[in-house]
T-cell receptor, first 110, second 114 residues
Framework: EDQVTQSPEALRLQEGESSSLNCSYT??????LFWYRQDPGKGPEFLFTLYSAGEEKEKERLKATLTKKESFLHITAPKPEDSATYLCAVQSNSGYALNFGKGTSLLVTP | DAGITQSPRYKITETGRQVTLMCHQT?????MFWYRQDLGHGLRLIYYSAAADITDKGEVPDGYVVSRSKTENFPLTLESATRSQTSVYFC?????????????FGPGTRLLVL
């Protein structure tokens, strides 16, 4: 059975304090790993898709990396507007569903 | 570009009533999905559809019914609502192409069953 575990559950950073969020996964054949951002009261907003180990993608202050067992979302010099819940999900080769982790709630203070 | 919309955004109903949540997408995506999000569980798949008139169960389908007569619409019906179906419901869609796996989500419907 596919499993996705995100850590930490919550993270508080000061503005400018870089850090990383972790997504550990087990899946029977990875088709894709996805990162989403979710603001309170809104739907998940797509950030990145990673398909194979070694792949990296960047967007502004965010960088996602992928290994065979985990993915990291690196946040460089975060700003208060980066505060949100970050969700990781995997899709296996055997299905169409996304299997989500429970998310990391990030708070960036000025 | 409206993307993916859901209605209603908020709904309060009573146990035993039938409720239909609507989802509409303007991208002509082949695949559409319904998820529910609950504290402590994250997002879980209820049903999905690969094309018009093709649907299949997800992880938590009991108590729900779906249909897809048109590519752009994917309504979710709770035939007899229960308190355990109080949740936030998200619709999502994606293209049907290989390496175009990303799902895009709607704004959600917050459902309270009394």
């Amino acid at each position: 059975e596919d499993q996705v575990t995100q850590s930490p559950e919550a993270l508080r950073l000061q503005e400018g304090e870089s850090s990383s969020l972790n997504c550990s996964y087990t899946v029977s054949g990875l088709r894709g790993l996805f990162w989403y951002r979710q603001d309170p009261g809104k739907g998940p907003e797509f950030l990145f898709t990673l398909y194979s180990a070694g792949e990296e993608k960047e967007k502004e202050r965010l960088k996602a990396t992928l290994t065979k067992k985990e993915s990291f979302l690196h946040i460089t010099a975060p700003k208060p507007e980066d505060s949100a819940t970050y969700l990781c999900a995997v899709q296996s080769n055997s299905g169409y569903a996304l299997n989500f982790g429970k998310g990391t709630s990030l708070l960036v203070t000025p | 570009d409206a993307g993916i919309t859901q209605s209603p955004r908020y709904k309060i109903t009573e146990t035993g009533r039938q409720v239909t949540l609507m989802c509409h997408q303007t991208w002509s995506h082949s695949y559409m999905f319904w998820y529910r999000q609950d504290l402590g569980h994250g997002l879980r798949l209820i049903y999905y559809s690969a094309a018009a008139d093709i649907t299949d169960k997800g992880e938590v389908p009991d108590g729900y019914v779906v249909s897809r007569s048109k590519t752009e619409n994917f309504p979710l019906t709770l035939e007899s609502a229960t308190r355990s179906q109080t949740s936030v419901y998200f619709c999502a869609s994606r293209l049907g192409l290989r390496d175009q796996e990303t799902q895009y989500f709607g704004p959600g419907t917050r459902l309270l069953v009394l």
